[in-house]
């Protein structure tokens, strides 16, 4: 059964930064490929940066150069850094497959990017 928590989102200020998570029991992360994806309100859902089994990776432009996905196999865990954050990053961040994405979504987790 696919299972997707998002964490780590919060409140930050233009500038600023933070770590998302994303535990997946039931996938194993380093075999599949995984990415994020966020929608802000008002708008659809898009896809923003995802790692290949093999570790390549793939941005969005609009996040190319301050955020970086990346993956613990141990943990079997994904994370997303995001620096520089700008107010157009506000939105609810979510993980699943990618490029193309499960069924199942998870409840996804809040960055607010406001002075």
């Known amino acids: 059964q696919v299972q997707l928590v998002e964490s780590g989102g919060g409140l930050v200020q233009p500038g600023g930064s933070l770590r998302l998570s994303c535990a997946a029991p039931g996938i194993i992360i380093s075999i599949n490929s995984m990415g994020w994806y966020r929608q802000a309100p008002g708008k659809q859902r898009e896809l923003v940066a995802f790692i290949n089994s093999g570790g390549s990776t793939n941005y969005a432009d609009s996040v190319k150069g301050r955020f970086t996905i990346s993956r613990d196999n141990a943990k079997n865990t994904m994370y997303l850094q995001m620096n520089s954050l700008k107010p157009e990053d506000t939105a609810v961040y979510y993980c699943?497959?990618?490029?193309?994405?499960?069924?199942?979504w998870g409840q996804g987790t809040q960055v607010t990017v406001s002075s």
């Open positions: 699943n497959g990618a490029p193309v994405s499960y069924a199942y």
